[in-house]
Each structure stands twice: as C-alpha cells, then as structure tokens.
C-alpha cells in the first residue's frame, strides 16, 4: 500500500506532467519536434505517476509495463482502431486513442521508460530508505 507521502510525491509529478503536455500541445504548437516527441516521451511517466498514486505493485515492472501501454495504443493505431470504432477526428477517444502509427513514437516511449528508471534511481540516491 502507497504511504500518503509517496502518494502525494506521483499526484504531484502527475500534475506537473499533464500541465507540460498540455502545454506542449497548446502554447508550444509551432515547435512541432516538441509536440511530436516529448509529449511522446513524457506520456509514459504520465502514465506511470498516474497508476503510482493508487497502486505500488511490480514497483520495478512498472515503467515496462506503462510502456507496453503505449505499444498497446501505438498497434491501435496501426490497426486504424478509432476509425473501425467511427471515432469522429478531432473527438476526445480518437485524441486518446490516436490515428497515425510511428516507430518514432515507440522509441519515445522507451525513452519515457528509460526517463521512469532514472527519476527512480535520482529518487533513491536522494532517499535510500524508499
């Protein structure tokens, strides 16, 4: 079970990161490497803090798994799966969902998971009770 600190520690990192993809995809639209790679590579600790708030099973598994999440959504999008749902473009499930297949955006989600182990390893230095 999460402690309430440690449960603070990911709503917080939970809220930077969905501010910075929000502005990432809002205030910082004309740097298109910005939005089409680090909001990429930030989803995956998004993700990840998201389900540490509530959960700390397979701590260690965890960024793999958060990964495996974004190669779930990204063979979605291989499949077209929004539009055999008929997700109309633009709509809030076919934003989740996405509409376009990259390789690029696999390796940002290693990336995202590769960012996880490190966050966890800075953590740990820092605190070597956790």
């Not at 501010?19 to 993700?47: C, M, Q």
């Not at 076919?94 to 998971?113: K, N």
């Amino acid at each position: 079970m999460q402690t309430k600190s440690e449960r603070k520690y990911y709503f917080i990192w939970s809220a930077v990161l969905l501010i910075t993809e929000i502005l990432i995809g809002s205030v910082f639209k004309n740097f298109h490497w910005l939005r089409a790679y680090g909001g990429d590579i930030l989803v995956i600790p998004l993700i990840y803090c998201l389900v540490r708030i509530f959960l700390k099973v397979l701590p260690r598994l965890m960024p793999f798994l958060m990964c495996c999440i974004g190669f779930l959504a990204e063979t979605a999008q291989y499949f077209h799966l929004s539009d055999r749902l008929g997700f109309e473009r633009g709509s809030l499930m076919s934003i989740i969902i996405g509409t376009s297949f990259s390789w690029m955006d696999i390796l940002c989600y290693i990336a995202g998971m590769i960012l996880i182990y490190l966050g966890i390893l800075v953590r740990k230095k820092m605190n070597p009770q956790n």
